[in-house]
């Protein structure tokens, strides 16, 4: 080439290059003032072959992946992320696990001792955008990818992919040959492109937990050995074909080696499925019409499994009476994994339990359909919106199958036991807020006891601020503003304050950001006059709350004595059958406070604060008058 030519092409590309980035920055600009800073969300579709080989444990895959933009921003890369690359030797889940102080029985040194041909791994053959091949860099389980093109705002663009992949031993979630002897818990298992949206990329490395993903549509064709049956997200689309897997009768059958199977799933954020060569496939039809499968291997408590299998189709109607419909034509109960994980439309659960803990694992993951599957939370951020959702849920579901003599009572609480194991805690003085990222937590139990422990006395709670038929309702609209998006936790509140007309910043910012304890005293009873009595409360601790102050008198008639905090600008409906006495608001600068109840001192039996328990008092001796040491 002369160098005139060289400087007339380099002046068109110039030109060319300056047109399309004038062009974005405009469109980008228009979008911004047109669109304004409403909600939004990404959009992914898959198309997802690939090809398994059971003697290797490995599998070739191509991936077709259709990217909508549908954020204000114009984007210049993407990210994906590649977990099975987690369970290699020295990776950030090896490490960060051998370095905690109390590391997962369930991983330990298993990452470490794993070789080449028990790691797992994604390799990535070839990837490009719109038919233009793309530069990318894998950074442990995260692909860096620098975009050929920008992708400006309301447009979309196509990713081809070709990787190849090797299934990791069981360890943690995904695996082969696990010790209940499922030969595939297949989660987490294709690169993956990672979530985008108002604060930007979200690019966790695996270290161990959680999820967070956009929301799309996936077709999955997976060609494996023919005597394997699968389970998994969404529906098989061609069950004539493959037989559902069982030793088919068609003749034809005899002379492959492979089937494939075809899923698809329509709005959902992940992907799961499993394959084992035993096991026995139930379906049973719920109430409203969708089919739930249940695979587990043919085993000696095949018999617990059908007693849990009639638990989890009782629980059908109450759930979706109290935490709003299920939205898709199938749900799969799949014996696998390493416990039990929820995944949209699926969990994987491990069974060699007994009937008591099948039922509250299948009830738990089933929760998680709701609070993780259909309300997609940032599970990183804020897993007690996942976890304390969905064990709140999963108590008051298991209450209600087993028919608790206790539902009707005025202070009914099935997560009482939390109360106990959060303040136990609280006292170590190890707690870490609820806001910190899942990762992040110093200590394992203290990211249990966050997401989990302290997650449902979270709701519990606040039955006892707001009053329970504003969460029990709350909680169904959060569901019908939220569902196939992604909260968070302002979401969360923003909901129930419209619903109870309370306010609720500080119960955020104390109970979510801090580890800030509640601590009342009843201080001092003293007679005011024959008629009356005076009543010195204390807050000993730093987080404010309302009184709901209970007097009994000796004759055995009770009075209720509501003080409500000042910054929660209102009061909670009485949800008790005991006259209520509203009181001036508590200012919570003010650690006293002095009220006069209309009972003479020598009638009094007893004083409390907060009978019902529902307030998370880490010391509940002072809260009684006379002391009950």
């Given at each position: 080439m002369n160098s005139s030519n060289f400087v007339k092409k380099v002046i068109h590309r110039t030109s060319s290059y300056w047109k399309y980035s004038i062009f974005t920055l405009i469109f980008s600009i228009f979008c911004n003032i047109s669109w304004g800073q409403g909600y939004w969300q990404q959009r992914v579709e898959y198309e997802m072959d690939i090809d398994f080989d059971v003697k290797t444990h490995q599998f070739s895959g191509n991936q077709t992946l259709k990217y909508y933009n549908n954020s204000p921003d114009t984007l210049y890369d993407v990210f994906y992320h590649l977990y099975f690359n987690?369970?290699?030797?020295?990776?950030?889940?090896?490490v960060r696990n051998r370095s905690l102080p109390d590391p997962s029985p369930k991983i330990s040194d298993k990452i470490l001792n794993l070789d080449s041909s028990e790691i797992g791994y994604h390799k990535i053959s070839s990837l490009s955008q719109d038919g233009k091949p793309l530069d990318y860099l894998v950074e442990g389980t995260v692909l860096e990818v620098k975009l050929a093109y920008p992708i400006p705002p309301?447009?979309?663009?196509?990713?081809?992919?070709?990787?190849?992949?090797?299934?990791?031993?069981?360890?943690?979630?995904?695996?082969?040959?696990?010790?209940?002897?499922?030969?595939?818990?297949?989660?987490?298992?294709?690169?993956?492109?990672?979530?985008?949206?108002?604060?930007?990329?979200?690019?966790?490395?695996?270290?161990?937990?959680?999820?967070?993903?956009?929301?799309?549509?996936?077709?999955?064709?997976?060609?494996?050995?023919?005597?394997?049956?699968?389970?998994?997200?969404?529906i098989i689309?061609?069950?004539?074909?493959?037989?559902?897997?069982?030793?088919?009768?068609?003749?034809?059958?005899?002379?492959?080696?492979?089937?494939?199977?075809?899923?698809?799933?329509?709005?959902?954020?992940?992907?799961?499925?499993?394959?084992?060569?035993?096991?026995?496939?139930?379906?049973?039809?719920?109430?409203?019409?969708?089919d739930v499968h249940f695979l587990y291997q043919k085993q000696e408590d095949a018999e617990m499994w059908s007693k849990a299998i009639d638990y989890t189709m009782k629980a059908f109607p109450y759930i979706q009476e109290n935490f709003g419909e299920y939205p898709y034509p199938q749900f799969s109960v799949i014996q696998g994994g390493d416990g039990g994980m929820e995944y949209p439309m699926a969990t994987l659960i491990?069974?060699?339990?007994?009937?008591?803990?099948?039922?509250?694992?299948?009830?738990?993951?089933?929760?998680?359909?709701?609070?993780?599957?259909?309300?997609?939370?940032?599970?990183?951020?804020?897993?007690?919106?996942?976890?304390?959702?969905?064990?709140?849920?999963?108590?008051?579901?298991?209450?209600?199958?087993?028919?608790?003599?206790?539902?009707?009572?005025?202070?009914?609480?099935?997560?009482?036991?939390?109360?106990?194991?959060?303040?136990?805690?609280?006292?170590t003085g190890m707690e870490e807020p609820m806001s910190t990222h899942a990762d992040h937590f110093v200590t394992n139990n203290a990211y249990v006891v966050a997401a989990y422990t302290k997650g449902k006395v979270t709701l519990q709670q606040l039955k006892y601020i707001i009053g329970k038929e504003n969460v029990d309702e709350g909680l169904l609209k959060y569901y019908d503003e939220w569902k196939f998006k992604h909260p968070w936790p302002e979401d969360f509140f923003s909901v129930i304050e419209k619903q109870s007309g309370i306010t609720l910043d500080w119960y955020h910012d104390y109970w979510i950001n801090s580890t800030h304890a509640i601590d009342y005293e009843i201080h001092e009873v003293t007679p005011s006059s024959k008629v009356s009595s005076k009543v010195v409360l204390k807050r000993l601790q730093r987080m404010p709350m309302p009184i709901d102050l209970w007097v009994t008198t000796k004759n055995g008639d009770r009075q209720l004595y509501y003080i409500?905090?000042?910054?929660?600008?209102?009061?909670?409906?009485?949800?008790?059958?005991?006259?209520?006495?509203?009181?001036?608001?508590?200012?919570?600068?003010?650690?006293?406070?002095?009220?006069?109840?209309?009972?003479?001192?020598?009638?009094?039996?007893?004083?409390?604060?907060?009978?019902?328990?529902?307030?998370?008092?880490?010391?509940?001796?002072?809260?009684?008058?006379?002391?009950e040491d």
């Open positions: 987690a369970f290699q030797p020295n990776s950030m889940m090896d309301k447009t979309s663009a196509v990713f081809k992919m070709e990787f190849q992949s090797q299934v990791p031993l069981q360890i943690r979630r995904s695996g082969r040959n696990s010790a209940e002897g499922i030969d595939y818990s297949m989660s987490q298992w294709y690169p993956k492109m990672a979530e985008y949206d108002t604060r930007g990329w979200h690019t966790t490395p695996y270290v161990n937990r959680e999820f967070y993903a956009p929301w799309g549509d996936f077709n999955v064709s997976i060609t494996i050995d023919k005597n394997y049956i699968l389970g998994g997200t969404g689309k061609n069950p004539e074909a493959v037989g559902y897997g069982y030793a088919p009768e068609n003749p034809s059958y005899e002379s492959v080696e492979k089937l494939t199977w075809k899923f698809e799933a329509n709005n959902v954020h992940d992907f799961v499925w499993a394959a084992d060569r035993d096991y026995v496939h139930e379906i049973r039809k719920a109430e409203n019409g969708f491990t069974s060699g339990r007994s009937l008591s803990s099948l039922v509250s694992v299948i009830i738990h993951e089933l929760m998680h359909q709701w609070y993780y599957g259909i309300l997609a939370n940032n599970e990183s951020y804020s897993a007690w919106m996942d976890e304390g959702f969905t064990e709140y849920a999963e108590m008051y579901t298991k209450a209600f199958i087993y028919d608790s003599k206790g539902r009707d009572h005025e202070f009914f609480n099935p997560v009482a036991s939390a109360y106990v194991s959060y303040i136990m805690w609280a006292k409500p905090l000042g910054i929660m600008r209102g009061e909670k409906p009485n949800d008790f059958a005991v006259e209520r006495t509203i009181l001036p608001d508590w200012a919570w600068t003010h650690p006293e406070y002095t009220l006069e109840i209309d009972i003479p001192f020598n009638k009094i039996k007893k004083i409390e604060i907060d009978a019902s328990g529902w307030m998370a008092d880490i010391d509940r001796k002072n809260n009684v008058f006379p002391r």
